[in-house]
Nanobody, 122 residues
């Protein structure tokens, strides 16, 4: 499956952004989907994940209550709605996919998009 992330940009602290990740090449509903992020000088970290039909979601503690992951299998797209953005949310955000399980580790996902930059300013 090929993944294309979009929707990043520059936003003030407290603002909102919605990221999208469009998938192609395989049956989208066969894949668990996730968002990760990587800030400069830091390791890539888990943000959120969603099950194949959206029944289960889970989040990193740092974004719980502010971010919402969702998917539209008819559009082959997964979303990340980010509200109440903080300076520390600044990072390149990556979408990821895998058929096997709903995980939070980078090595549990076999397919990755190219990343989209999110910059939160004060």
């Amino acid at each position: 499956v090929q993944l294309q992330a979009s929707g990043g940009g520059l936003v003030q602290a407290g603002g909102s952004l919605r990221l999208s990740c469009a998938a192609s090449g395989r049956t989208f509903s066969n894949y668990y989907m996730a968002w990760f992020r990587q800030a400069p000088g830091k390791e890539r970290e888990f943000v959120a994940a969603i099950s194949r039909y959206g029944a289960s979601t889970y989040y990193a503690d740092s974004v719980q209550g502010r971010f919402t992951i969702s998917r539209d299998n008819a559009k082959n797209t997964v979303y990340l709605q980010m509200n109440s953005l903080k300076l520390e949310d600044t990072a390149v955000y990556y979408c990821a996919a895998d058929r096997l399980k709903l995980g939070s580790a980078t090595d549990e996902y076999g397919y990755w998009g190219q990343g989209t930059q999110v910059t939160v300013s004060s």
